[in-house]
């Protein structure tokens, strides 16, 4: 089992700022994923990254994978409050969680 | 496609009773996974199948706790005895493989409550 380590674990913050969230490992990853989760819900999947270094956009989330594919991080421009919610990294290799990021953003 | 579906989407029970969860995946999925989630212990792995075969169960907490995926497109968690332990929400996700990862679908969970 890899273990994956998210930081910080909770995160409030005023719409309008921006925040980075973490997820390490001592482990190499094929690849990692991320997901957000909003209350009463499952997990959704919001981007995966194979290549270390690798760097993808989706709108105001930028996504990076480490150089060594053991660490990621997620960034998130101008927060608004639909961007509140449980963000969760995963391991391709064995599909096993970090505990997760758990952001509010207030009006 | 529907999603992923499962069922009950809410249970109360008695400690020492039989928990039957249900999970239908997206049709053509080749895998099936089962996931516990607390606040304490966050998104646990219990078990995944890949084409109705078990391939790793390793996060099964006890005896207790038994999966069955008897064709594609259903598969059963099964809490006997449940204990107030258990009480948790429990996600059934289906994926198909993507450039080498699982992009896992998730259902909107079962939540459990043992009193």
């Known amino acids: 089992t890899q273990l994956l380590e998210q930081s910080p674990q909770f995160l409030s913050i005023q719409e309008g700022e921006n925040l980075t969230v973490y997820c390490n490992s001592s482990?190499?990853?094929?690849?990692l994923q991320w997901y957000r989760q909003e209350p009463g819900e499952g997990p959704v999947l919001l981007v995966t990254?194979?290549?270390?270094?690798e760097v993808k956009k989706l709108k105001r989330l930028t996504f990076q994978f480490g150089d060594a594919r053991k660490d990621s991080s997620l960034h998130i421009t101008a927060a608004q409050p639909g961007d509140t919610g449980l963000y969760l990294c995963?391991?391709?290799?064995?599909?096993?969680f970090g505990a997760g990021t758990r952001l509010t953003v207030k009006p | 496609d529907a999603g992923v579906i499962q069922s009950p989407r809410h249970e109360v029970t008695e400690m020492g009773q039989e928990v039957t969860l249900r999970c239908k995946p997206i049709s053509g999925h080749d895998y099936l996974f089962w996931y516990r989630q607390t606040m304490m212990r966050g998104l646990e792995l219990l078990i995944y199948?890949?084409?109705?075969?078990?391939?790793?169960d390793s996060g099964m907490p006890e005896d207790r706790f038994s999966a069955k995926m008897p064709n594609a497109s259903f598969s059963t968690l099964k809490i006997q005895p449940s204990e107030p332990r258990d009480s948790a929400v429990y996600f059934c996700?289906?994926?198909?493989?993507?450039?080498?990862?699982?992009?896992?679908?998730f259902g909107a969970g079962s939540r459990l409550t043992v009193l």
């Open positions: 199948f890949n084409n109705n075969v078990p391939i790793d």
């Open positions: 482990s190499v990853f094929s690849s």
């Open positions: 995963a391991g391709a290799n064995d599909m096993r």
């Open positions: 996700a289906s994926s198909l493989v993507y450039s080498g990862a699982n992009v896992l679908t």
């Open positions: 990254v194979v290549t270390g270094g």
